[in-house]
């Protein structure tokens, strides 16, 4: 009886100072972008065009996305954009607040590759570059 007890308040004492250790957080802190459908290099109008971009709360202020030969046009879904095809421009893509912005930087040279990166403004790093290929 007496081990009893005492197996008892032990395990009380180890169940109470675990549920005061454990906290769990959830936050999503991913960056996403990739592209939707069949994955190639090349971009092929309505078929290989859609982006999945997904950018964390925290740091979505933050993030601006640079494109040459190319803009990213906001569809019906969110977070799922269209890669449009732009010969000879230059475009920047951001969000304020809860807004997806794009603005036209100026043209760049005229080219059936597009270059998108992204620009952590606050670090001043390259979170992704990448160039396809306009069909």
């Known amino acids: 009886m007496k081990y009893a007890v005492l197996i008892i308040s032990v395990l009380y004492?180890?169940?109470?100072?675990?549920?005061?250790?454990?906290?769990?957080?959830?936050e999503n802190n991913q960056f996403l972008f990739f592209q939707s459908g069949e994955k190639n290099d090349t971009i092929i109008k309505d078929k290989s065009d859609l982006f999945f971009l997904q950018l964390p709360d925290s740091s979505k202020q933050n993030i601006t996305c640079y494109?040459?030969?190319?803009q990213l046009v906001s569809t019906k879904k969110s977070n799922l954009y269209q890669l449009r095809y732009v010969p000879g421009m230059?475009?920047?893509?951001?969000?304020?607040?809860?807004?997806?912005?794009?603005?036209?930087?100026?043209?760049?040279?005229?080219?059936?590759?597009?270059?998108?990166?992204?620009?952590?403004?606050?670090?001043?790093?390259?979170?992704?570059?990448?160039?396809?290929?306009?069909?």
């Open 13 to 26: 004492t180890f169940t109470i100072q675990c549920q005061t250790q454990i906290k769990i957080v959830k």
């Open 67 to 70: 494109i040459l030969n190319g």
């Open 90 to 135: 230059k475009y920047a893509h951001s969000y304020t607040d809860t807004l997806f912005n794009t603005t036209f930087e100026g043209n760049c040279s005229n080219s059936k590759t597009i270059q998108i990166n992204f620009l952590n403004t606050k670090t001043h790093t390259y979170l992704l570059k990448n160039s396809y290929t306009y069909q």
